[in-house]
């Protein structure tokens, strides 16, 4: 059995994907469990961000860039539990990268004519998951989703990331619900890009952990926005419910 | 009305044509090279052609080439899957502005006016001209660093006593002179400059030294090798949406007392040059099918959170100078990705297909980047009149000297009228501006006989 400290939940179309760190010295790895015949975890996933959870795990043959994968036999036990800024500090000893060539061992690319979304070859790319510190966000919803514009810390910016972080997938429903009939997913926009990414500038520890989609059929691995720390905070969507003039 | 109607159809006979061919271009970025297109009605997620994240870069890519951003933004059945369902959609939302148009066209009082023409146009470059090999010598560079790197063989420098002021002053009169125009007629001045730092404004100066009317309305506007786009935006909307009737959009830079050598990295500042160029707007009454060319399309951007931004930065350096910071090779290829991209744009905007320009006046940092556009775009070099090659990248106003050239070299000839003119320029950050000129129809009356009521604005 070994132990993993649950660090990400993504929505995927049938289900979760998750990703827990494993030490290893005084660092961490990335671990991705996955259930028999699938990526994905379905419904319901009981587990929280920062559980610890054993798992029985068997090797897959690894192949590039998901290097991560595992093989899980059944459901995995909970032993306990570690809290956000513990989490983080794990997260931060685990892969991380500084610029976007460093992320996942090649450069990114984006179509100048498109919308902004990087990917990676995928047999350039060495790994699919991977962490950084930025110095901003922003949100903004497009076609079917929400996304995240992300600058880096040095300077570089990801421009259209799609959230697939369960849980902040979870309080932006909840948002969009408060935000009324009409075109609710605006007034959601200038909630997150106020008073939420004021809050997360303010925060010290702003991080968060990107993953690659696996490949299509041309290659081409997207990126997604897997974790973002902080965390969402309930008290943000109180005060975004009671009103204009409160946040 | 009948007209209107028959307009109506024919535009919703082209914009067909138009939204197959951009949902098209756009599919094909997302798709391996060789492939072939899908049939019309494929839907390109459940044929396994397009990921969910293609899927949604194809969809933005087609917004962008077709100016309608957000089209395809909270539709009932959800976003189109196939090219039927995206040129269906790009198409209803044409025929409905074309409809909008056509009413407010019937709607429109008798002289309403909503043409603009480019009744006239001036350049001029700084008198003196310096060659390469002397530049790099000054700047203490490498042999061939401007003329084999950049291509650059020799440019224009303002002399000892010239200045943004003379230059402007040139231009303007050149133009003004073109279009049959008295100064007094001039009922807006809009100026731009990369390099004038005085108060008060080179819009101020040129009023005061052209002996513009009191009432006359000066704007200084920014954009850097952009500005003239800018210019030309400005001027146009101020007379599509006012009473004024003549407009002067002016650019002028001198970058010799800012580059001095010694004091900014010679490989950029040997690569400037100093000039002007200005052009005549007037509103036209909106049934006048004058032969002049007219702005139609504009785009204007900006992609401050991209990479671009971080290549070029230039700010005082308190001792009368500037500090630079660049990564040349970088911003080059930036630059050509972005006019190439704002190219096509505009060709989507406007329906001109880029292969019935007759010129494109754009940006042209240098010959070699100059080269690169016309290759990456796929246009005939010879379209391009080229700038920099003799002046030096002269700032707002290549685009100004290109433009100018444009129009003295797209005349009618015998019965054919001269194709559209494409302008696209962008400065630092990158900011990006371009319009199309198109050309009209019959005799242009003389500014002096549509001018006549201006002064009674």
């Not at chain 1, 992320?103 to 991977?130: D, K, Y």
Request: glycine content about 10%.
């Amino acid at each position: 059995m070994r132990e993993l400290i649950l660090s990400e939940i993504t929505r995927m179309a049938q289900g979760y994907c998750i990703i827990g760190l494993e030490p290893q010295g005084n660092a961490f790895r990335s671990v991705r469990p996955m259930p028999q015949r699938s990526h994905a975890w379905g419904h319901p996933w009981p587990h929280s961000r920062g559980d610890r959870l054993r798992f029985r795990l068997a090797s897959l043959p690894s192949v590039r860039p998901h290097v991560e994968d595992f093989q899980a036999a059944g459901a995995p036990a909970c032993t306990g539990r570690v809290a956000e800024g513990e989490l983080l500090r794990c997260l931060r000893a685990a892969e991380t990268g500084r610029k976007t060539e460093e992320l996942f061992g090649s450069a990114l690319q984006t179509n100048p004519q498109g919308g902004g979304a990087a990917w990676v070859n995928a047999r350039e790319a060495t790994r699919s998951i991977c962490g950084c510190e930025f110095r901003f966000v922003r949100f903004h919803w497009k076609l079917d989703r929400w996304r995240a514009e992300l600058q880096l810390t040095s300077g570089e910016s990801l421009k259209s990331l799609p959230i697939v972080d369960r849980d902040w997938n979870d309080f932006l429903d909840e948002a969009a619900k408060l935000g009324g009939s009409q075109n609710p997913q605006e007034r959601v926009r200038s909630f997150l890009n106020g008073p939420v990414a004021a809050a997360i500038w303010k925060d010290e520890n702003r991080f968060a952990r990107l993953g690659l989609a696996r490949p299509n059929p041309q290659g081409v691995c997207w990126l997604m926005l897997d974790s973002l720390f902080p965390l969402q905070k309930r008290e943000w969507l109180s005060k975004f419910a009671a009103g204009p003039g409160t946040t | 009305m009948k007209r209107n109607e028959e307009k109506v159809d024919v535009a919703r006979q082209r914009s067909a044509r138009d939204a197959h061919a951009v949902v098209e271009r756009c599919l094909r970025t997302q798709l391996p090279p060789a492939g072939a297109l899908p049939a019309e009605n494929t839907d390109w997620i459940a044929s396994g052609l397009l990921d969910s994240m293609a899927h949604s870069e194809v969809l933005i890519s087609i917004e962008k080439a077709s100016g309608l951003p957000g089209v395809f933004d909270g539709l009932p059945g959800g976003p189109p899957r196939s090219t039927k369902a995206a040129a269906d959609c790009l198409e209803a939302v044409h025929a409905k502005r074309e409809q909008a148009k056509a009413r407010a066209g019937d709607a429109a009082p008798a002289g309403a006016a909503s043409q603009v023409a480019v009744a006239g146009w001036g350049h001029c470059v700084g008198s003196e001209s310096v060659p390469a090999a002397a530049v790099e010598k000054e700047h203490g560079l490498a042999p061939d660093t401007i003329l084999r790197r950049a291509g650059i063989e020799s440019v224009a420098r303002a002399g000892r006593e010239e200045n943004e002021l003379d230059l402007a002053a040139r231009a303007a009169e050149a133009a003004l002179a073109r279009a049959g125009a008295k100064a007094s007629l001039v009922d807006h001045v809009i100026v731009t400059s990369e390099t004038f730092l005085g108060l008060p404004s080179l819009g101020f100066a040129l009023h005061r030294r052209l002996d513009l009317r009191e009432d006359c309305g000066v704007l200084d506007v920014g954009g850097a090798c952009a500005g003239l786009v800018n210019a030309l935006f400005v001027g146009t909307s101020i007379l599509r949406s006012s009473r004024a009737r003549l407009a002067l959009a002016v650019t002028a830079d001198v970058h010799g007392p800012a580059l001095r050598p010694g004091q900014v990295d010679g490989r950029f500042a040997g690569l400037f040059g100093d000039g002007a160029s200005a052009f005549v707007l007037r509103r036209m009454p909106r049934e006048s099918n004058g032969a002049h060319y007219s702005p139609g399309e504009f785009v204007l951007g900006c992609t401050p959170s991209s990479s671009p931004s971080r290549l070029i930065a230039v700010s005082p350096d308190g001792q009368g100078g500037v500090q630079l910071e660049f990564d040349g090779d970088a911003l080059g290829r930036a630059a050509v990705r972005q006019l190439d991209s704002l190219l096509r744009q505009l060709a989507a905007r406007s329906g001109c297909r880029l292969e019935s320009a007759s010129s494109f006046a754009t940006h042209q940092p240098n010959p070699r980047l100059l080269e690169m556009l016309a290759r990456q775009s796929g246009l005939p070099m010879e379209r391009f009149p080229v700038v920099c090659k003799r002046f030096g990248n002269l700032g707002s106003s290549t685009a100004g000297v290109a433009l100018s050239l444009a129009l003295e070299q797209s005349k009618p000839r015998g019965s054919a009228k001269p194709g559209p003119i494409f302008v696209a320029a962008l400065g630092p950050g990158l900011v990006l501006g371009g319009c199309v000129l198109q050309f009209g129809g019959d005799l242009l009356p003389s500014c002096e006989e549509a001018g006549r009521d201006a002064r009674s604005v």
